[in-house]
Each structure stands twice: as C-alpha cells, then as structure tokens.
C-alpha cells in the first residue's frame, strides 16, 4: 500500500507489482499508512491534519 504527494493511495500486488486498486485521498499528501489487526481497514494520514479510513475489500478487490 502506497501514499502518495498527490494523495492518491495505490494499492498493489508485492509480487507482481501489478496496481489493484487508486484512490485519491482528497488531494493532500500522504504522510502515513497502516492496516488495522483484523487487515480489513487501511487508515492513511494526510498533510492537512485528516485520517482517512479505507476498506481493504473494496480497494483491493479481496481481503488480504
């Protein structure tokens, strides 16, 4: 799972490197990522100061 300076969180295969899944995140830097115990969430920190909360089914298609 990847943050990006524009945003956008990009989801991807290790092994491939194929891209599963983009999502912009409101257009503010990524600053963190982590995935929660259960590995159904992904919360990502942002430069203006907001959490976002993600759902790993619908950003990757399956669970993990």
Do not use: F, Y
């Not at 912009?24 to 959490?51: E, F, Q």
């Amino acid at each position: 799972i990847l943050g990006g300076a524009d945003g956008v969180v990009t989801v991807m295969n290790a092994r491939s490197g194929r891209v599963l899944s983009e999502s912009n995140g409101g257009g503010s830097r990524v600053w963190r990522v982590a995935v929660s115990p259960d590995g159904k969430t992904i919360a990502t920190a942002h430069h203006d100061g907001k959490v976002r909360l993600w759902d790993w089914a619908k950003m990757a298609g399956a669970a993990p």
